[in-house]
């Protein structure tokens, strides 16, 4: 072989080798002596709710101090493009801690459980040793409410009270950061033994935007800037601690934002609607242990779904085959050898207008061009317009894009389950022309929370106003309403809200509710029939309708209703009375007899049970237990 071809052929080996090499040193020990990586690394996961990436310091702002994220990234890798594939706080955080796209775990709103066949990062380190905790800063991720299945794997799952001792934001559906940092902090002191695998979680930036002093005076023009300064000195704190506590070093640090917020731009205050970058884009900072890679800046495309990949990378975890993600360290090795870093689409999803009856939207981030599929879809060239101002699809400027961004959004959905009722969903609103009647929805849900009724009152008429035939307005409505004992005008909007959406078991629960309260049990028992045969689990409905059908005369199927709740909840008080009263009403006194006596035996104070149960010891003759029973009955009343 010539000289020359000896060269060039040594020259390409070497070419095709170093990143190869810089591959497998990021990947064992991440460049540095394997004989200090003797035990596993610990594994911290931060997440900062609503955070905007162009809202923080060493992402270019300069309009909050955030020096500990500033000096995380100086310490480690920061991504520079990393996107969130939806913009919803339980569906966001599901995905990073499963590496999957919403559309394929399926917590696409609020309450729905996370199904056990979709492993979580807890559960996965778990099985290789990890002591496993999570600490979170808000109820909407409380497992045992409205993120069901998300504390699976976590030894310690820091949900918040069942009754809150106060009607105050704080504690009650919010916990400040340095709080959650707090509770993170007493856990860790009493579990030293590694590995460690711990999630927190700080919702600071979320609305309102209440930022403690002096946050709140620094920041009083721009308060949502003035909660992530806040949050970060909470992340400073809990990152003090790490180092303290000897585990800073040999750890890999990972903090990312869930999503974004819109902060009035395509006229969304907040999140959830819609697909722009505004929601979409967050920050990613990622510390490897010993610092390998410090200072390093990523600038290719990455997904919050990439997130668990990686986690499970440097731990030594084989990843699920079937993860939606990738690994973030062959970006690494490709910024270190000087090789290209390939493009990493990415998916977004939003079902949340759903939620208002509104179309729900999906998105492509592909090669600086953004396709959001939508009843009228929306093109946009990222480089030209990174603001997303210039629809180009309107115009039909590039035809051929918007071909080639078709294609690729079919290839992706494709690789998804079909979405539910899709075929309904395209004779939606689209909610481009709804976000004012959201904003105004948004507005009311916070005022009602914060018992400002007046206010709540005023967003939902002004939002009734735009639009008289959105079911959420009207529901809203009417739960204003019945909270505020106003049950006729209560159930007048309830009905008009099921009536648009007869769908909703929830609008026919409450007006159910509405008319039981006002006195129409049979207009209680229509709606909660419609309720149950949308979701016939639901206990309170079970119960109340057993109630009407007792007003109604109607003992044989009040029983039948009692005895349903009674499955669901075989201790439920109020079911098992009301089965004794519907056994009374058929004269079967025997049966009630037979419920009464071991439920008054446990609950001997409760006055109700026990003039029930004289009514059936009366109606069995039984006057002197019926005698006693009462003055029982009696005595617990005067206490």
Known sequence: MPRTAIIKFVHAINRLARPLFCLLAVISGWGQNPARQKSPPDVFLITIDTLRADHVGCYGYRNVETPA?????????????????????????????????????????????????HATAAELLKQRGYHTAAFIGAVILDSKSLAPGLDRGFDFYDNFP???NT????????????????????WFDKHRSGPHFVWVHLYDPHDPYEPPPPYSEKYKDHLYDGEISYADSALARWIAFLKKAGVYDNSIIVVTGDHGEGLGEHKE?????????????????????????????IEAQVRTSDILPTILSVAGVTAPADLNGESLLPLLAAKQSGAPAPERALFGETDYPLRWGWAPLR???????????????????????????????????????????????ANWKAKVPPAND?????DLPDPKDKVEVQNLLHNAMLAADDNRTADARQSLEKALELDPKTPAVLRQLGELELAAGEFSTAAHHLKRACELHPEDSTAAFELGEAMEKSGDWAGARDALESSLKFAPSQLPARVLLGRAYLQLKDPKNAADQFEAALLVDSGNSDARLGLAEAH????????????????????????????????????????????????????????
């Open 584 to 639: 009374i009403q058929q004269s079967d006194f025997t049966g009630a007899v037979s419920d009464l006596e071991g439920f008054t035996k446990a609950h001997s104070q409760n006055a109700e049970a026990l003039r029930l149960l004289a009514r059936a010891y009366r109606g069995l003759g039984k006057e002197q237990e019926a005698r006693l029973a009462e003055a029982k009955a009696a005595a617990a009343e005067r206490k």
């Open 363 to 409: 998105a492509l981030r592909s090669e600086n061009t953004k396709w959001i599929e939508a009843p009228r879809p929306e093109l946009y060239d990222l480089v030209s317009d990174p603001k997303e101002l210039k629809d180009l699809y309107s115009s039909s400027a590039d035809k051929e894009k918007v071909q080639t961004m078709q294609a690729e959004m």
């Open 269 to 297: 205050e907040t999140h959830g609607l819609f697909l722009y970058d505004s929601t979409l884009h967050v920050p990613l900072i990622v510390k490897l242990p010993r610092a390998a890679h410090h200072g390093l800046v």
């Open 162 to 164: 069942a009754k809150a």
């Open 167 to 186: 009607k105050e934001r704080w504690g009650r559906v919010e916990r400040r950061g340095m709080t959650v940092v707090e509770h993170a902090e007493a």
């Open 69 to 117: 994220l500033d000096a995380l990234a100086a310490g480690g890798v920061r991504f520079t493009r990393a996107f969130t594939h939806s913009p919803i706080t339980n569906t966001s955080h599901i995905t990073i801690l499963t590496g999957l796209l919403p559309s394929v775990h399926g917590v696409t709103d609020f309450g729905v459980p996370l199904a056990p066949e």
């Open 422 to 426: 899709a075929k309904a969903a395209e």
